[in-house]
């Protein structure tokens, strides 16, 4: 039973489309994350939702929206994408906001846009 | 606010020791230990709370310094196992709301 899902974990696209990564955690938790790993490995908050609530949104483009249809889902809608926007996202959640609670993160998604 | 860890990247011998600080410039709330192997997610390690509180499982522990605002990871006799990167993940305190933010990581590599 995976913990934290996402889908897919490949994603192949070019320049100015518009794609979506679902994510989908079945521990119960509270709050959901999506983190940027450029290739410099750092691990980037994006978005964090409490309760189908926004709590944190980082400086990232407009052009990415967090979309949660519940409190177990996630998903990340990108529109014109750009060849900056290519790195590995992640998916995560944990218990309450989480300063106290592990989190678990989903394998990942490689976004690479040409 | 990015909390900024020490070594960038260390190799090791089996059985070797090693330790990885973390150190922050403003007053934390929490530390969280973290290893992603490559191509893998991050995983758990450990959560430090309190200042001077030290946790591990194994031959990996850990230590909360709160008044310097720092953070270390100590592997002791390595395995090749724990080879990966190795982030800090640091939170603030404030109006509830999740603040992690993560260091750039220390790539350690255990050779045989």
């Known amino acids: 039973d995976t913990a934290v899902s996402q889908t897919p974990k490949y994603l192949v696209t070019q320049m100015g489309n518009d794609k979506s990564i679902k994510c989908e955690q079945n521990l119960g938790h509270d709050t959901m994350y999506w983190y940027k790993q450029d290739s410099k490995k750092f691990l980037k908050i994006m978005f964090s939702?409490?309760?189908?609530?926004?709590?944190i949104n980082e400086t990232v483009p407009n052009r990415f929206s967090p979309k949660s249809p519940d409190k177990a889902h996630l998903n990340l809608h990108i529109n014109s994408l750009e060849l900056g926007d290519s790195a590995v996202y992640f998916c995560?959640?944990?218990?309450?906001?989480?300063?106290?609670?592990?989190?678990?993160f989903g394998q990942g998604t490689r976004l690479t846009v040409v | 606010q990015q909390p900024v860890q020490s070594p960038q990247a260390v190799i090791l011998r089996e059985g070797e020791d090693a330790v990885i600080n973390c150190s922050s410039s403003k007053a934390l709330y929490s530390v969280h230990w973290y290893r992603q192997k490559h191509g893998e997610a991050p995983v758990f390690l450990m959560i430090l709370l309190k200042g001077g509180e030290q946790k591990g499982h194994d031959k990996i522990s850990a230590s909360f310094n709160e008044k310097k605002q720092q953070s270390s990871l100590y592997l002791t006799a390595s395995q090749l196992s724990y080879s990966g990167t190795y982030f800090c993940g640091t939170a603030y305190s404030g109006a509830g709301s999740y603040q992690l933010t993560f260091g750039k990581g220390t790539k350690l590599s255990v050779i045989p």
């Open positions: 995560a959640s944990s218990q309450d906001t989480g300063l106290w609670a592990e989190a678990f």
């Open positions: 939702y409490n309760n189908k609530e926004l709590i």
